[in-house]
């Protein structure tokens, strides 16, 4: 099934946040409409229940690592498959409603996560200014519009339009290189315009039996088969301390025979439990450096 | 160097939140002054410029994961040493100013943390009262504390002392299993009394050359050994999206060369980078069964 101007996408609002900002994308290319959520479990439902056809999730920042709300869900609904996946740079600006000096603005309001980011840019630029914590980017914007006051927001390009905001600061990231790596995510099987797609990448999740050396056991199924891991991952298994349940990311190799005979060995080996292919997509990342 | 009355313990505040109900275990056993601080960076800030002798920070939890933010730190204070374990069970309770019926509360307030934790309890119990989160759970205990409302927090038994509230439910959370592993750190060799400990841990953290099986390589060397690992944890090396950095925790040896072989081999393997010990400590959480 293609994309089309029918399909909804539901990702976390409200109205200007990064996850707006990478589900606009979808909507430029495809048309598709876009649908607000409130919560990572509201969104996530949304989908399993087919209100929404589709839906955008971030899963890892490079700066602040896994949304582990988000791979605990992907891991509890098995009716969702990852159908593509998306890296975002991260660019933060400072927004006021007009356009005043840095020395004038008394409180700089944004999600601790952003705040955290610009640390060391408002620290040298606005050490005068009160740090106010929000629960978005986007209701720091909407705060900041609705103010009287000299205060500023931390937010996205889109939530300055959304919110009639000016930029008196770019770009004010610490580290250059903020990425967000976003899945997107169904019960269905869509399909993108797959042109000029280099690679695939596949996301596995299972258990192990608690026994020295199992994952170095699991390791060798792919170092023998030369398949590059991407990433991986361990959630805690809500059980008990010390459980765990590993997420691994990985290059498809050329030869699909490859990944069956990879996939029945690890349902063979007695130390895995409830493997599940989580999906198999389009890289947007892969990069012959990033193997672990 | 012992631990004595002279000996100052820093933890996250403010007065009252989890990791000042563990701090309290290490003043009650040895006696020692406690000091809180806003934030892990201006804790673990305090312990490397001396400030305080040891500090307590939460490490895991075994329902949200690893505090990512803390490994961050552990990384990047190179002074700082890992001395001690202590794995604490979580038990969040229902405070309000007076006894008052579930039917009477309107408000419930706590970190979003402990709301999620207790999320079944308060859809079942409290589906009419709204949910307000703060920034801790002692903030929440203080507000409701000075509230004329009926309003309720979600806290600890220790905030419910130190805001003199009354204890509405006990034991709300959705998982009973819910634990939180703290490590005890310093920049000193200070020593607890080892009395009855069976087991070392060690907890080490390196970067990885990017090139296909480079873990597994690493694993192998654990495998070989014999050596149990009781945790592996990758955190973003904040330089580009899919660059990492391993933490693992492994029971040590009966045969102190044996770990010294295993660094050695790890120091002499080529695709191992910034191999550093965070720390070898008594294990207050190892079980046979607990072992990846």
């Known amino acids: 099934m293609k994309l089309s101007k029918a399909t909804y996408m539901g990702y976390l609002g409200p109205e200007g946040t990064f996850s707006h900002c990478a589900a606009d994308i979808y909507k430029k290319k495809y048309g598709l409409k876009l649908q607000p959520y409130s919560s990572f479990i509201t969104l996530v439902e949304a989908v399993h229940k087919k209100k929404v056809d589709t839906a955008i999730v971030p899963v890892e920042n490079s700066i602040e690592g896994s949304v582990g709300v988000v791979l605990d869900l992907l891991a509890n609904y098995k009716t969702i498959k990852i159908i593509a996946e998306l890296a975002l740079p991260i660019k933060h600006q400072l927004l006021a409603k007009e356009k005043i000096p840095l020395n004038k603005i008394r409180r700089v309001m944004s999600h ?11 620290n040298k630029h606005l050490p005068h200014a009160d ?102 991952e361990s959630r805690p298994t809500k059980t008990e301390l010390g459980q765990y349940r590993f997420f691994i990311d990985f290059v498809n190799p050329c030869n699909e025979k490859i990944i069956q005979e990879l996939l029945s060995a690890l349902n063979k080996n007695k130390k895995v439990s409830t493997l599940r292919v989580l999906g198999s997509y389009p890289s947007s990342l892969y990069n012959k450096n990033n193997t672990t």
């Open 112 to 122: 601790p996560q952003a705040i955290g980011q610009c640390r060391l840019w408002l």
């Open 131 to 232: 740090i106010v914590e929000t629960s978005s980017t986007a209701i720091a914007a909407k705060t900041v519009s609705e103010s009287k006051e000299h205060w500023a927001a931390i937010g996205t390009a889109m939530s300055k339009i959304i919110y009639k905001l000016q930029c008196i600061a770019e770009d004010i990231n610490d580290y250059k290189n903020n990425t967000t790596r976003f899945l997107i995510i169904s019960t269905q099987d869509l399909t993108f315009d797959n042109n000029n797609i280099q690679n695939y990448k596949t996301t596995i999740e299972f258990k192990l039996l608690h026994e020295p050396g199992s994952l170095y056991e699991v390791l060798g199924e792919f170092a023998k088969r030369k398949i590059n891991l991407t990433r991986i």
